[in-house]
T-cell receptor, first 109, second 116 residues
Framework: QQPVQSPQAVILREGEDAVINCSSSKALYSVHWYRQKHGEAPVFLMI?????EQKGHEKISASFNEKKQQSSLYLTASQLSYSGTYFC??????????FGKGTRLSVIA | DTGVSQDPRHKITKRGQNVTFRCDPISEHNRLYWYRQTLGQGPEFLTYFQNEAQLEKSRLLSDRFSAERPKGSFSTLEIQRTEQGDSAMYLC??????????????FGNGTRLTVT
């Protein structure tokens, strides 16, 4: 079942912060975050696992609330290069990764 | 690590024709995924393999779609009797993972299919 992301779109000025949320109605084993720029393939940002382990880039932070089946991606001090569409993907223990519809982030100077 | 390679990059076909796409994953990756993406949407799961075994196929996927991964290396996705609604970007991804999804997916650049 497809996770729900919010907001659908956000516009930031350089240096501002943003939070992107992802929620699922199913019990989750892991949450993945990817960023896709126009005309390019999605690129891995972070994985959050049940139990608290995180794997990903140092400059990006995220949280995973297992009880609520929710995850949030925190983008701080945004740069122009952060622009793109952010997707969360959710997995159960033996089920494949299913992506949300995405959050389009635009960072302007 | 040469990345995930997909061929062709673009395919234009007439309605009713069959098409086949190829994906070469990162060599040490045992998992291979196929997704479909249309404009403004997230990647839609189609099917995935662990080595040569097809673990799951989307229930929403028509019987016109079939995928193989012989010998657990490259994979092919075939669409028979194409329809205009099949027009999309077809993305392949691979990972090195066990049950539970703790490994990132590495995506190829996709094959853009246009059905006229």
């Amino acid at each position: 079942q497809q996770p729900v992301q919010s907001p659908q779109a956000v516009i930031l000025r350089e240096g501002e912060d943003a939070v992107i949320n992802c929620s699922s109605s199913k019990a989750l084993y892991s949450v993945h975050w990817y960023r896709q720029k126009h005309g390019e393939a999605p690129v891995f940002l972070m994985i959050l696992l049940k139990g608290g382990e995180q794997k990903g880039h140092e400059k990006i932070s995220a949280s995973f609330n297992e009880k609520k089946q929710q995850s949030s991606l925190y983008l701080t001090a945004s740069q122009l290069s952060y622009s793109g569409t952010y997707f969360c993907g959710t997995e159960g223990r033996n089920t494949p990764l299913v992506f949300g519809k995405g959050t389009r982030l635009s960072v302007i100077a | 690590d040469t990345g995930v390679s997909q061929d062709p990059r673009h395919k234009i076909t007439k309605r009713g024709q069959n098409v086949t796409f190829r994906c070469d994953p990162i060599s040490e990756h045992n998992r291979l995924y196929w997704y479909r993406q249309t404009l403004g949407q997230g990647p839609e799961f189609l099917t995935y393999f662990q080595n040569e075994a097809q673990l799951e196929k989307s229930r929403l996927l028509s019987d016109r779609f079939s995928a193989e991964r012989p010998k657990g290396s490259f994979s092919t996705l075939e669409i028979q009797r194409t329809e205009q609604g099949d027009s999309a970007m077809y993305l392949c991804a691979s990972s090195f993972g066990s049950q539970g999804g703790d490994s990132p997916l590495h995506f190829g650049n996709g094959t853009r299919l246009t059905v006229t």
